[in-house]
């Protein structure tokens, strides 16, 4: 049975009619789809300019703050090491802005050891202040540094009786040992305190450190006075970590020292880690991996 001619007629009339719609349609579609993925790639390119613009600023920033930083360390030592350096106090102003500067790059302990024995003999007549003004400051970097180093690290603090260790003779005084925990490695930390020298407010102290995570254990025998910075002064572990040990105070009965352990990423310029530590480290995070 064959449909109406009438009806066949209509349908073949709406079909002539949606055909040219269907390819206006079409059209449109491929110009949205085109349009909507340039504006996606000039949005891209636009996030690519702007990236590489930030980054060449903040290339160019770094460069000059290193230019500015390299200008003034070398104007600083120059004047500072001159013959017709001056007076003692431009020298302390000098060293007070190597210290304040520099202090986390550079060893600045021979310094303040040689202004100090200029200090003790001047006859200035501010002798003192200039002596109170130059601890104050090693003691400022010293602390300085302790607060950073121990928001990545562990510390403890220990009281020696320097009269008990007078009494004492050549073997010294123990400390309380301690447990210190640095990136999930945990290592024992004995010190013991051989000598005290009261002219120079130094200790002579002997450093232990065993840890689990490796056999080997690390031993050390320094002194360390007020101009010992835990940055720079600090001691390499067998775990590839960094101890340091302070004097936070010298007294005439008691002296407080203060030892931090922390990665060693964060130790100064000049003692980043050995390339052999390096690749020691690597393999002994791929084994416990």
């Known amino acids: 049975m064959t449909a109406p001619s009438g009806h066949k007629d209509r349908w073949d009339k709406f079909g002539v009619f949606l055909q040219p719609l269907g390819g206006l349609f079409t059209a449109l579609s ?3 789809v085109g349009f909507a993925g340039t504006s996606m790639i ?4 636009v996030k690519t300019t702007d990236a590489r613009l930030y ?10 703050e290193s230019n500015l930083r390299k200008d003034m360390l070398v ?3 120059q004047s500072y090491l001159a013959p017709e350096a001056g007076s003692i106090s431009a020298r302390l102003l000098h060293l007070e802005l190597l210290a304040y500067n520099f202090h986390d790059s550079l060893d600045l302990k021979p310094l ?5 024995r200029q200090i003790e003999a001047t006859k200035d007549p501010a002798r003192e202040g200039y002596a109170r003004r130059l601890r104050r400051v090693g003691r400022e970097i010293a602390d300085r540094q302790r607060f950073a180093l121990e928001l990545r690290g562990d510390s403890f603090r220990r009281t020696v009786d320097l009269a008990e260790l007078a009494a004492a003779g050549r073997s010294g005084v123990a400390l309380d040992p301690a447990t210190l925990t640095v990136d999930k490695s945990t290592s024992e930390v004995s010190l013991r305190v051989l000598e005290a020298n009261r002219a120079t407010e130094q200790l ?7 840890s689990a995570a490796v056999a080997e254990v690390t031993r050390a025998e320094f002194e360390v006075g007020f101009f010992d910075f835990p940055m720079i002064d600090s001691t390499r572990l067998a775990n590839g970590h960094r101890c340091a040990v302070m004097l936070g105070a010298f007294g005439e009965e008691t002296a407080d020292v203060v030892t931090v352990c922390f990665p060693g990423e964060y130790a100064s310029l000049k003692d980043r880690p050995y390339y052999d530590e390096v690749v020691r480290q690597l393999r002994r995070d791929g084994e416990t991996e």
């Open 30 to 32: 491929v110009a949205a």
């Open 42 to 45: 000039e949005r891209q390119q």
């Open 55 to 64: 980054s060449e600023l903040m290339s160019q920033r770094e460069q000059a």
């Open 75 to 77: 104007s600083v030592i």
């Open 112 to 116: 303040f050891l040689d202004l100090g």
């Open 204 to 210: 002579l102290l002997r450093l232990e450190v065993s």
